[in-house]
């Protein structure tokens, strides 16, 4: 429950522009760091009713694409994620990831940021599969009524 408290309070401040005092935190650093970038916070985003998701923060300002992630467990995590919402994004909006300036990936968590960045042949290869399963899964959902 404490990582649902933290991604809400982390919102809170991203919207309302309250900067942190203490940026040794992880929380700290994702909240000053978005806000630095002008991210909005828990976007959805939407291709279709197959495919979509809700991604922590967001900007696209510039030509470049910033996809955060707050990660307040334990577990290991994966950029893998962030491609995904990368490729939603650029579905969503009709964006050629090969006309990006930039595709910056940030994962926070245990005191670090590690930043990525996005591979616009792999973002691509991903956009290709969502497509080619939303069309499946409507075919079949067709047959299946």
Known sequence: MEGIEQHRYAAICIEEGIVQDDETT?????????IQYKMSSEVVLF???????????????YGVLRIS?????????????????????????GIDPFLMRGIELRIYQDNTVRLYSGDPYFIKAIMDKIMKFD???????????
């Open 26 to 34: 992880t929380v700290g650093m994702y909240i000053n760091q978005c």
């Open 135 to 145: 069309e499946i899964l409507n075919v079949l959902r067709e047959t299946l009524t």
């Open 69 to 93: 992630d707050l990660k307040t467990g334990v577990s290991r995590s994966s950029e893998h994620q962030l491609e995904v919402y990368a490729a939603l994004f650029c579905l969503e909006y």
């Open 47 to 61: 291709y279709s009713p197959n495919a979509f998701g809700t991604v922590d923060a967001i900007s696209y300002r």
